[in-house]
Nanobody, 126 residues
Framework: QVQLVESGGGLVQAGGSLRLSCAAS????????LGWFRQAPGKEREFVAA????????SYADSVKGRLTISRDKAKNTIDLQVDSLKPEDTAVYYC???????????????????WGQGTQVTVSS
């Protein structure tokens, strides 16, 4: 069983930055892909970014490319998401997720992920 706990959300002005963190309970994630998704009110959950634990291969949604950076800290067992130049449309609940696979074709598909955190709210004011 894998437990994921997100933190770092909050209220920030447009143009600001946040660093979201996901603490994972498992001792190792060899063979896993970790991802971040977000869901705005009234909208479907959408892919934001993903990273393979072992090789550090990353993938980003086109809508956020250049403003977000996903990383993993193997010593701390965390997956971080640095979000810069925040826009009001970035307002959403951000979720951390993990899947037992590393196929790039699965990175952006929510149904590919086996484990999910509770989410952390990010609100961007204009």
């Amino acid at each position: 069983q894998v437990q994921l706990v997100e933190s770092g959300g909050g209220l920030v002005q447009a143009g600001g930055s946040l660093r979201l963190s996901c603490a994972a309970s498992r001792s190792t994630f060899i063979g896993y892909t970790l991802g971040w998704f977000r869901q705005a009110p009234g909208k479907e959950r959408e892919f934001v970014a993903a990273i393979t634990w072992s090789g550090g291969r990353t993938s980003y949604a086109d809508s956020v490319k250049g403003r977000l950076t996903i990383s993993r800290d193997k010593a701390k067992n965390t997956i971080d998401l640095q979000v810069d130049s925040l826009k009001p449309e970035d307002t959403a609940v951000y979720y951390c997720a993990a899947q037992t696979g590393t196929l790039p074709s699965t990175f952006s598909r929510a149904r590919s992920y086996d484990y999910w955190g509770q989410g952390t709210q990010v609100t961007v004011s204009s």
